[in-house]
Structures are given as structure tokens and as C-alpha cells.
């Protein structure tokens, strides 16, 4: 067992970090080009769907599957993914985003190391702080890109929608006129 699992099962946050796992690792998997015209919409049962713009680019990526499927149960560590479905979806192509945007602010890394200040390993404390770093760009660009903030957990994520495809926390808070 790893320090991510050991520390994410002490604080009961195994199971749902296992469930949004492949979620999070498409646009790393599938690279630039390929993020740009995907949205990974869900992860049920063995299955990750990944909503694409057009039928023919399904057929094309569904190609590729078995390759993606591969590369996500890799970085995820073990065999979580059986299968990719590409679904032709509606929504914009990303809009070009200006390159300031990935750019982080001096309070972005300050608010990083205000953060992981009680990590005692430095080098774990660094990795920590890198890590946040690089999910603050993500968001930023994915943001600035169209995608939404759920009303409910915070994540960001592509859709019309107010409320993110699997959210947990449906039952928690009020987002108002939730769709």
C-alpha cells in the first residue's frame, strides 16, 4: 500500500477517490489534442464514458480504447477501467485560451504552502505543493475553456449541466434549481 492510499483510507476517502480515478486521469492519458475534443463524463461499473463532439471521432478514438484503457488502470495502479465508450455529445469545441491564463499568482503558491505547512517530509511537502499547483492550472484553463464548477462538490467539469455527473453530494447542500 502506497502513502496516498494509506492517508485517503485514514481519512474514509478510498473509495470515492477510486471512483472518480479514471475521471481524472483522461485528459493525462488521451493528451492536448485529444482533451480538447473529450469530456469524460462518467466512470460506472468498469466503464469510463467519454463524451466526444461527432460520431466519426467516436468510431476513431473507440479505436484507440484499448490503448487508453491500458494506460489509465497503469496510472491508476490496478484494474479498474474494462472499458471506454465514446459518446457523441453536444457542447462547444475549447475555445484558445490566452497563455497568462495557466499562469499562477504569488497568493496561488502561497496558499499552496499555507496548505501542506504540517507535511513534516519536506520532499513529500514539495510534491504535495506541485500537485495542487498543476490541478489550480487545470482548473483555470478548464474554466476558462466553458467548463462549470459543480454547485454541489466544487469540482470542474464539462457539460450544461449545474451539477456534475456522479456527484455524491447531491443530498448535502442546495444549489437552488438543480437540473
Known amino acids: 500500500m502506497n ?22 486521469l483522461w485528459d493525462e492519458v488521451c493528451g492536448e489534442r485529444t482533451a480538447a475534443l473529450t469530456r469524460a463524463q462518467r466512470f460506472s ?5 467519454i463524451e466526444v463532439p461527432s460520431p466519426s471521432i467516436a468510431h476513431d478514438l473507440s479505436l484507440l480504447g484499448g490503448k487508453y ?6 496510472l491508476a495502479g490496478k484494474d479498474i477501467v474494462k472499458r ?4 457523441p455529445g ?3 469545441r475549447n475555445q484558445p485560451v490566452s497563455k497568462d491564463l495557466g499562469r499562477l499568482l504569488p497568493s496561488d503558491h502561497a496558499e499552496a504552502h499555507t496548505l501542506f505547512a504540517q507535511v513534516a517530509d519536506p520532499g513529500l ?6 500537485l495542487y499547483l498543476t490541478a489550480r492550472k487545470r482548473e483555470e484553463v478548464r474554466l476558462a ?3 462549470k464548477r459543480c454547485c454541489y462538490c466544487g469540482v470542474v467539469f464539462g457539460g450544461e449541466r449545474k451539477i456534475r455527473p456522479g456527484c455524491r453530494f ?5 444549489c437552488g434549481s438543480a437540473d
Open 3 to 24: 502513502w496516498v492510499e494509506t492517508v485517503l483510507k485514514k481519512n474514509n476517502l478510498w473509495k470515492d477517490y477510486c471512483y472518480q480515478q479514471p475521471l481524472l
Open 69 to 74: 484503457v491500458k494506460r489509465i488502470n497503469e
Open 90 to 92: 453536444k457542447f462547444e
Open 145 to 147: 475553456r466553458g467548463a
Open 84 to 87: 471506454i465508450r465514446f459518446v
Open 45 to 49: 461499473r468498469g466503464t469510463l464514458w
Open 170 to 174: 447531491t443530498g448535502i447542500a442546495d
Open 125 to 130: 511537502r514539495e510534491l504535495f505543493e506541485r
